[in-house]
């Protein structure tokens, strides 16, 4: 039987092809070990998942990235979560634990949601990274970064929105634990803890006009809405890469509340600043419940030399009076 295909046909078949190129798709590779905890990706060797693209990836079962609760000892993964376009449902996210894991998540676009909680550095001496450029990340549940590990959990906030229903917690268990937020960036939460193993960095990488919201709003999800921080805490204020020419008062944290004595307990430390340029007045002060930094430009020489001979002329004048 002689087979004829009709332009209209043609033309069906390629869009049909075109929406399947274009749908969600995963690449995994390496070391992926499926369990009664979930899928672990990077359980004794190195194992990656790439998402690109795509429409939807939605696992049956949690994230693991380098291990997992209990892993024996001796156990060394690297499991790694790439993304960068598409959008992605995971039940659970954990990244770093066992023994000696290591989990890293890199997302620079797309839309990536975690129905429950996302989890790091929660067990043995694993260590957690994940550095985030761009997209969008939701932990409806929670998100907790630095659990009971004794290593390490950091985190690069440089661009994109960090969302949770609940508090964004930092540095509250035993791992050391370091979150840097652009001024680029938005965390929309139910509320931010600072505990006792935290340095929250504020990174304003911006000039005139862009900072026109809080960096971080604890009122928009459905926690308490509170700004607590633990004694222990650090912060730091990074103007290395800040451009405005014109005054501007930034609100690094706008809260619902502050937990008792909180306010007082962080003493930031404002770095990279060019006193030739900028001044910060009395630096990172509350304002009622938001937490703010008024940065000045520094008049240049010639010009302040010519307030300084103005105010000289204004007081003979009123000498001769």
């Known amino acids: 039987m002689k087979l004829t295909t009709t332009p209209k046909l043609a033309a069906v078949a390629l869009t049909a092809c075109a929406l399947f190129l274009s749908a969600a798709y995963a690449a995994t590779s390496g070391d992926l070990v499926s369990n009664m905890y979930g899928t672990v990706v990077g359980e004794t060797s190195t194992g990656s998942v790439t998402v690109v693209n795509g429409e939807d990836y939605a696992p049956a079962s949690d994230i693991f990235l380098g291990n997992y609760y209990g892993s024996p000892a001796g156990n060394a993964g690297y499991g790694t979560f790439d993304m960068s376009g598409g959008t992605a449902s995971l039940s659970g996210l954990h990244i770093g634990g066992g023994a000696k894991g290591v989990g890293v998540l890199t997302l620079s676009g797309g839309t990536l949601t975690i129905t429950s909680a996302v989890h790091t550095s929660y067990d043995g001496d694993s260590s957690a990274h994940i550095e985030m450029t761009g997209g969008t990340m939701i932990a409806k549940v929670g998100f907790y970064l630095g659990g009971r590990s004794t290593g390490t959990s950091t985190m690069n906030l440089l661009g994109g929105t960090l969302q949770s229903d609940y508090s964004l917690q930092i540095g509250t268990g035993s791992s050391v ?81 502050i937990r008792s004595g909180s306010e007082d307990i962080i003493n930031w430390v404002i770095t990279g600043l060019d006193e030739d340029k900028y001044s910060v007045g009395q630096g990172v002060y509350w304002d009622g419940n938001d937490l703010v930094i008024t940065i000045s430009a520094v008049p240049e020489p010639s010009f302040a030399a010519g307030l300084l001979g103005l105010g000289a002329l204004v007081l003979v004048a009123r000498r001769k009076k």
């Open 177 to 257: 634990t370091h979150m840097t937020i652009s001024g680029k960036a938005a965390v929309d939460v139910g509320g931010i803890w600072l505990g006792a193993y935290s340095t929250l960095t504020f990174l304003l990488d911006g000039g005139d006009g862009d900072f026109n919201r809080a960096i971080i709003d604890t009122t928009t999800g459905i926690g308490d809405g509170s700004y607590w921080a633990s004694n222990g805490a650090q912060g730091e204020i990074d103007l290395s890469k800040y451009s405005a020419t014109a005054e501007q008062t930034i609100t690094l944290i706008h809260a619902d509340s």
